[in-house]
């Protein structure tokens, strides 16, 4: 449900989720998806997310690999898909998420929708 308010809210001091995926992914993109302006009650989407990091991480404990590290603009569309920019020769179970700043609300990040492609 990506109805405003239905997020996963990140404190500030935790600005991170480990999602684990229903079977091993090879990556190519991911995509972040966060409320359109108008569909927020108050018109404020600021606890979007702005510059963010995605690790892979094959099996719990292991080391993570870097994917890339992304900026989301809420000038554009809601759904925005962010394509790695290395070719990975290896799957990965788990993805981690973190959140390194948002656009302007203070105390969390609101997250709608994480997709992984592969």
């Known amino acids: 449900d990506v109805s ?6 990140l404190q500030a001091s935790q600005r991170q989720v480990l999602i684990r995926l229903p ?3 090879r990556p190519t993109a991911v995509s972040v998806q966060h409320l359109l302006k108008k ?3 108050l018109g404020d989407i600021s606890s979007a997310p702005r510059d963010f990091t995605v690790f892979g991480v094959g099996e719990e404990g292991e080391e993570e690999m870097l994917l890339g590290t992304f900026s989301y603009d809420i000038g554009k569309e809601p759904t925005q898909t962010f394509p790695l920019q ?3 020769r290896r799957a990965f179970l788990f993805i ?4 390194q700043s948002n656009w302007g ?3 969390y990040t609101c997250i709608y929708r994480v997709q992984v492609h592969g």
């Open 4 to 9: 405003p308010g239905y997020c996963w809210p």
């Open 96 to 99: 981690r998420l973190v959140v």
């Open 23 to 25: 079977a091993t992914v």
């Open 105 to 107: 609300k203070p105390g």
């Open 86 to 88: 290395n070719e990975l």
């Open 39 to 41: 569909s927020s009650a």
